[in-house]
């Protein structure tokens, strides 16, 4: 059967204009107006070729990272590259350089280049400047220039890896020459560890041949000297989320104690939550914070994301000091010995506040930092036993993943308590993540809640199938323990705690630092056009923002009329129902326009439906409402729900319109790049 093509064609038409509006264009703008503040190492020259030069870099590294995966497996390529190569190597982020010379890079300089995907297969936040140099790249303009690329993706999302591909595509364009393999990490299967090691093994192996090198056994070299200092003053930090907010400056302590932005990720602003309360009457916990940005000239808009930036639970930091015999009170500064390095986070500061706010010690550990452990066990016996499980994958899990270890957790286990004293801190800080800020989609509307911003955050906390307690997930037991705190509830039945003061009392009053980033997930302009939202769980969230602005729309504008909004949501009973009492009042007010359809799937003495067998049921209407143009939002699973609903899609559009299935899937292809299918899934 043929596609339709009329439909194609209102299709294309109708949505081109939104399309336009919403992409890439205007996102660019809002993220990179003031980038070039950035500069990337002490000469503050952006150009790649010429700091390289500048330290006699023989190698580069190039990440473009969102959340810090790309960047912590680039840096440890990087260390590892040079630890048993004795090369020199660089490594950088690609949002700090211009690359109009890398042409000009000398043919024995190989580059390692590591992306991420973000979204629809876009680059990350910071690549996109790199991205538009590789756009604009001629045919042959990089003849000379040898390259290895990995990329970091998820394969339950439609354009897996896609920036990664892109960087291959305009690669093979300018003829450069790929060395090994294109690696491909994903997350969708949870193998990017795995992924990673393979493909670096086998590129290894061809990099010692083509470049000669010599290897030796890796050995740390630090990047940093450690100086200790005797006394905290102004300037040291105590988990500050950046210098600013130190004593020293101005952000934190001028007298009208007023905050200047722009907040962004390298600027956050300590926004207090003034309202939070649990949403779930069960087992499970689902926290509603409200946080008062008013005076930070923040400025969102409804769907946006808001980054939490966590700090760790008490208990946490106290069994990593102890499992590594660490003081807490050590103070140090870093001098980087590399000037192409920069200390991962505000320094001089102290032991303590650096576990507590800047490393990320919780979360599953990979093969790869574990072995780097090896040189630093604390017996040969135990040297042996960690030998044995770094090389093995398949025990490895067994031993260590299976078991929902952390750092921590994983070296005492494997030293029967032992603690592990000679691992020096300038390992923990060159290997261990930074801690990353979680993002949340905003449940507020900017038009009802201009300062402020609500978020529903579903509390990670379940028992570990090996014993021993939950296993806990860090931003989101804060924002409970603050839940919790600010509602004058027992304490008794939080999992982990945490220090709510935060730095010198920064966070007192409910403070958490937080920033907004941009997203494309956006009601259609058009109030008329039709919308259906698909969003279980805490899929919900963006969707509580989307009817409260039509509703805020329909309170301030007269004569003013709505398209169809029809909202498909899911829990498993009706104690997990997310904000259960507000969905009538909406109803009330919006009318017809606006329809709920509910899904349990644990429902007592009933068959377990989902959004997606909803959705089924109401093929004849979505049929219909696409063909009015109807916008159509996925948010919340990316693996199961995501995917189903996709497939239920790609069914009920072969069945409507009589066409194959082949061409439903491309059908909602475009409904994707369009911008008419929009999924916002984590
Ligand atoms: P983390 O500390 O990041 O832990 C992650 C998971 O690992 C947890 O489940 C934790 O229990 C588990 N874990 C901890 N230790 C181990 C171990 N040793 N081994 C194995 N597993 C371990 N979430 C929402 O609730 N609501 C939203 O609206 C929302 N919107 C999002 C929007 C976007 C664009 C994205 C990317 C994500 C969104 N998320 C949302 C997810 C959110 O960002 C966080 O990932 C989530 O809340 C968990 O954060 P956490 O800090 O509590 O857990």
């Known amino acids: 059967a043929g596609m339709d093509n009329t439909d194609l064609a209102v299709l294309c038409a109708l949505v081109l204009a939104v399309a336009a509006y919403l992409k890439r264009d205007i996102i660019k703008e809002l993220l990179f107006s003031n980038d070039d503040s950035i500069t990337a190492d002490d000469s503050g020259s952006r150009d790649i070729v010429q700091v390289m030069k500048d330290n006699n870099k023989n190698y580069l590294v190039l990440y473009g990272s969102q959340t810090g995966t790309a960047e912590d497996y680039a840096k440890k390529f990087s260390k590892e590259l040079a630890a048993k190569f004795s090369l020199n190597v660089m490594c950088a982020d690609v949002e700090n350089y211009d690359f109009e010379n890398l042409k000009e890079l000398s043919s024995s300089t190989v580059v390692s280049i590591f992306v991420a995907t ?37 394969s339950t999302y439609e354009f897996y890896n896609g920036a990664s591909k892109k960087v291959l595509k305009h690669m093979q364009k300018a003829e450069a020459t790929l060395i090994g393999e294109h690696g491909l990490g994903d997350d969708g299967a949870g193998t990017t560890d795995e992924d990673y090691l393979s493909w670096k093994e086998s590129t290894f192996e061809i990099l010692k041949d083509q470049l000669h090198l010599s290897e030796h056994e890796q050995k740390f070299e630090p990047s940093f000297r450690m100086i200790k200092l005797e006394t905290i003053d102004d300037k040291v930090s105590l988990g500050e989320p950046s210098l600013q907010y130190l004593p020293a400056h101005s952000l934190s302590f001028n007298s009208e104690n007023i905050q200047v ?14 309202k939070t309360r649990e949403l779930m009457g069960n087992d499970r916990s689902c926290v509603h914070s409200e946080f008062d940005v008013s005076g930070s000239n923040i400025k969102y808009t409804t769907g946006d994301h808001l980054g939490i930036w966590p700090s760790n639970a008490d208990e946490k930091v106290e069994k990593f000091l102890h499992a590594f015999n660490l003081n807490p009170d050590t103070i140090f500064d870093l001098t980087p010995l590399d000037p192409t390095i ?14 507590r706010h800047y490393l990320e010690i919780t979360g599953p550990i990979s093969r790869q930092s574990f072995g780097a452990l090896i040189q630093f066990a604390p017996s040969p016996q135990i040297k042996e036993k960690l030998q044995n499980l770094a090389a093995d994958k398949d025990q490895f899990h067994i031993e260590v993943t299976s078991r929902y270890f952390d750092l921590a957790d994983a070296v005492l286990h494997l030293s029967g308590g032992v603690k592990w004293e000679t691992v020096p801190w300038e390992f923990f800080i060159e290997s261990i993540p930074h801690l990353q800020p979680r993002y949340y989609s905003i449940s507020s509307s900017s038009l ?27 931003t989101t037991n804060l924002l409970k323990n603050i839940e919790v705190q600010i509602n004058e509830k ?24 937080v920033h907004v980033r941009r997203s494309a997930f956006k009601l259609p302009s058009n109030p008329q056009t039709p919308v259906i939202m698909i969003g279980p769980g805490t899929g919900v969230a963006p969707f509580r923002g989307f009817i409260r602005e039509r509703v805020k729309y329909l309170e301030s504008t007269e004569n003013s009329k709505l398209g169809k909004h029809l909202l498909f949501y899911g829990s498993r009973n009706v104690d997990d129902f997310l904000y259960k009492e507000e969905w009538p009042l909406y109803a009330k007010k919006l009318g017809n326009a606006f329809e709920m359809i509910v899904a ?23 049929i219909r409402l696409l063909n009015e143009g109807a ?19 790609v069914e009920i559009l072969a069945r409507g319109k009589s066409i194959s299935k082949e061409d439903a899937t491309e059908m909602v292809k475009m409904l994707k790049t369009t911008g008419r299918y929009q999924e916002d899934v984590w």
């Open 118 to 154: 973000y979204g629809e297969g876009e680059f990350p936040d910071g690549a996109v400047q790199f991205e538009d140099y590789l756009n604009d790249l001629d045919e042959g303009a990089l003849s000379n220039f040898r390259y290895t690329l990995f990329g970091l993706g998820n």
């Open 261 to 274: 932005g722009p907040f962004d990720l390298h600027q956050p602003y300590l926004a207090p939550i003034v």
């Open 342 to 355: 920069k200390a991962p986070f505000p320094t001089p500061t102290t032991v303590g506040a650096a576990v």
């Open 448 to 474: 009802s809640e201009k300062q402020t911003i609500h978020t529903t955050a579903m509390v990670e906390s379940a028992p570990n199938p090996a014993g021993g307690p939950n296993v806990v997930g860090v």
């Open 490 to 513: 027992s304490t008794d039945s939080l999992d982990v705690h945490f220090d709510l003061k935060g730095p010198r009392a920064l966070f007192s009053g409910f403070k958490l630092p």
């Open 600 to 622: 349990h799937s644990r429902l007592e003495k009933t068959r377990k439906v989902y959004v997606q067998d909803k959705l089924a049921e109401r093929e004849q209407e979505i």
């Open 631 to 649: 916008f159509l939002y996925v948010c919340g699973d990316a693996k199961g729900m995501a995917q189903g609903v996709h497939t239920v899609l």
